[in-house]
């Protein structure tokens, strides 16, 4: 799974110049318990327990709940007197998927097909997402994911959209965990809509090769509401409670 080619020779260049620093890992690290639940919602999140429970350095751990502050998985709640994973309530729900429809539609009438090896990196990621899935490996599906859309915006080449399309992939990837290990409650659903998830990034492979901007417009917003449509099924099955977060003012019209 580590051996994918990076989608540019810049990013290849600046692996080779600049290894990652101690708070560049603690960054990933604690971002990755974060995504995973492993850190779950509102748990406290401070120096001395990522120092010990996850062998970090102080000043590495104390910057990385910085980085992850800016990037709005982490949040201050001062009447609590300290930082704490961001709760996930039916209000930021909400906003992180219309977030995520906004991303992919602007994405489909603007993703750039000239660009250089692009259907080879979307091939190369896809068959990683597959083989990620069959491991039902969560992290890893919801990272191969990112990347595969990342790489689509990459092709944008502007900056500020690429920040704003990370910052919403990595919100996403949250309630995607979440909404997997929940699935894998009901085997017949997990397997199907792994199957959908599968199909739908073939499809978009697909326009991609064939250069076809229209279906692209369909299929990625497509794509991004099948999130909320799970979701919603999980509250009106009444499996969604197990959350924590009532889905019920998800509409599906929106």
């Known amino acids: 799974m580590n051996e994918i080619t990076p989608s540019s020779r810049d990013q290849v260049a600046q692996k080779i110049i600049r290894k990652p620093s101690q708070t560049d890992e ?29 062998k970090l350095g102080r000043t590495p751990a104390r910057e990385a709940i910085n980085r992850l502050q800016a990037e709005g998985l982490v949040t201050i709640i001062p009447d609590r007197g300290g930082k704490f994973v961001r709760d996930l309530d039916l209000q930021e729900v909400g906003e992180i998927m219309m ?14 097909f000239s660009s ?3 259907l080879a990196d979307l091939q190369r990621i896809q068959d990683a997402y597959e083989e990620a899935v069959k491991a039902r490996n969560y992290l890893l599906i919801t990272e191969l994911n990112e990347r595969f859309h990342l790489r689509l915006y990459e092709t944008i080449n502007n900056s500020f959209l690429m920040d704003f399309a990370q910052s919403t992939h990595r919100h996403v990837r949250r309630l995607l965990v979440m909404m997997y290990k929940l699935e894998a409650g009901m085997p017949s659903v997990h397997d199907e809509q792994f199957d959908a998830n599968i199909e739908q990034h073939r499809a978009i492979i697909h326009s991609v090769k064939m250069k076809d901007q229209d279906a692209l417009k369909g299929q990625l917003p497509n794509h991004a509401l099948q999130t909320q449509f799970r979701l919603s099924a999980f509250y009106e099955s009444n499996s969604g409670r197990a959350t924590g977060v009532d889905f019920s003012g998800l509409n599906r019209e929106n």
Request: hydrophobic share 50%; proline share 2%; net charge negative.
């Open 26 to 54: 603690a960054v990933d690290l604690i971002r990755s318990k974060i995504i995973d639940l492993t850190l779950p919602q509102g748990s406290r999140i401070d120096e001395r327990m990522l120092v010990e429970q996850f």
């Open 99 to 112: 977030a995520h429809q906004v991303a992919e539609t602007m994405l489909a009438s603007l993703c750039n």
């Open 116 to 118: 250089a090896r692009l």
